[in-house]
C-alpha cells in the first residue's frame, strides 16, 4: 500500500528544534524527489524544502534558508526535516509529498503526485 507517513512535529517554544520524518511505504525513493510543504491557519499551501531522489540537490524557501536542512536517509525510505531556531510563525501543518524524478526540483504542486496526511507543529511560548 502506497503511503508517506509524517511525525515529529509537536509544541516547541521560540528558537527551539524539531526533526520531522516522512516515511515511505509501497515504493521505493529512489525515483522520486521529496518535498515539505506546511499549510498555516487562513494561508496557502507553500512549499518549505525539496530534495532530489540521489539526496544531492536541496532546495529551500528563503523562510527556511539557514534554519531548516532536509536530507534523506535510503536504508530507512524516510526523508527529514530538521527544523532549528523555530519562530511562531513557523506554526503550520507540514506535509511530505513525492515528485517523480523527471520534474526536478521545486514548489509546483502540481507534479506532486502523492501526499502525506501532515504533521502539527506548533512554535510558541
Known amino acids: 500500500q502506497l503511503q508517506l507517513v509524517e511525525s515529529g512535529g509537536g509544541l516547541v517554544q521560540p528558537g527551539g528544534s524539531l526533526r520531522l520524518s516522512c516515511a515511505a511505504s509501497?515504493?521505493?525513493?529512489?525515483?522520486?524527489?521529496i518535498g515539505w510543504f506546511r499549510q498555516a491557519p487562513g494561508k496557502e499551501r507553500e512549499g518549505v524544502a525539496c530534495?532530489?531522489?540521489?539526496?544531492?540537490?536541496?532546495h529551500y524557501a528563503q523562510s527556511a534558508k539557514g534554519r531548516f536542512t532536509i536530507s534523506r536517509d535510503k536504508a530507512k525510505n524516510t526523508v527529514y526535516l530538521q527544523m532549528n531556531n523555530l519562530k511562531p510563525e513557523d506554526t503550520a501543518i507540514y506535509y511530505c509529498?513525492?515528485?517523480?524524478?523527471?520534474?526536478?526540483?521545486?514548489?509546483?504542486?502540481?507534479?506532486?503526485?502523492?501526499w502525506g496526511q501532515g504533521t502539527q507543529v506548533t512554535s510558541s511560548s
Open positions: 530534495i532530489d531522489n540521489n539526496g544531492a540537490y536541496t
Open positions: 509529498a513525492r515528485v517523480p524524478v523527471y520534474y526536478g526540483l521545486g514548489f509546483d504542486e502540481r507534479v506532486y503526485d502523492y
Open positions: 509501497g515504493f521505493t525513493l529512489d525515483q522520486y524527489g
